[in-house]
């Protein structure tokens, strides 16, 4: 019966590549063919014979094989079955041992898991007092900085009061700052040059006034 194989566009064209390649001897290095190349001409009317079977070595065959699969089942519900019952044998051993044993025995790793945690909390409790004095030292640093700092702040005020002391008015010395301030005579007539200095403007009225000369008659 013959065999009709469809491909597609580009299977096509890369079938007709390889058909083209014919003569560079292409060699594929691979255990099995891929399934896009064609079959070798040699092959293509070779029909697979069935491999030729002794009757009597098949029925051994079977008879050897269900005698393996029923001893292996066999083994399999044996070791099942002893497992099952080692644990029920220490279920009941377990359940016939005396309380107080079982108590003791409960209380013993009681004890150790309090120690543990007590190791685990006295360490941590350790580290959380050294945080807390460190904070505590670093808050105390700063308020005693900024305390001195404000009592300097306050130091320094006080002695720039005690400086302009002499120039402040009180009722002592008014009547003789109000004499000092009215005789003292302010003198506003003057220029500054680009760098802050000053300089007197003659008076004007004692300069000579070119313009104010007699007109001609």
């Known amino acids: 019966m013959a065999c009709i194989k469809i491909v597609t566009n580009g299977q096509r064209n890369f079938l007709n590549a390889i058909e083209a ?13 891929p399934r896009f190349v064609p079959k070798a001409p040699t092959k293509i009317f070779k029909v697979r014979e ?3 079977r002794d009757t009597e070595e098949t029925k051994l065959m079977r008879t050897w094989q269900a005698h393996y699969n029923t001893e292996m089942k066999s083994l399999h519900l044996y070791f099942k079955s002893h497992c099952q019952r080692i644990r029920e044998r220490e279920r009941i051993e377990a359940i016939k041992t005396p309380f107080e044993k079982r108590y003791v025995d409960i209380c013993r790793k009681n004890e150790e898991w309090n120690k ?8 941590q409790w350790k ?4 945080w807390l004095e460190d904070r505590h030292l670093a808050v ?5 900085r ?4 404000t009592r300097e702040m306050a130091f320094q005020r006080v002695r720039e009061a005690q400086e302009s002391l002499d120039n ?4 002592e010395n008014l009547d003789e700052k109000l004499d000092e301030i009215l005789g003292k005579e302010v003198d506003y007539d003057f220029a500054l ?3 802050g200095s000053k300089t007197t403007v003659p008076d004007s009225k004692t300069e000579d006034n070119p313009g104010s000369g007699s007109s001609p008659s």
């Open 21 to 33: 390649c014919n003569g560079l001897n292409l060699q594929f290095v691979r255990y099995r063919k």
């Open 50 to 52: 069935p491999t030729p």
């Open 116 to 123: 543990e945690a007590k190791m685990i909390r006295l360490g």
């Open 127 to 130: 580290e959380k007092e050294k």
């Open 140 to 144: 105390a640093e700063r308020e005693e």
């Open 146 to 149: 900024e305390r001195e700092e």
């Open 168 to 171: 402040y008015i009180t009722e």
């Open 193 to 195: 040059y680009l760098d």
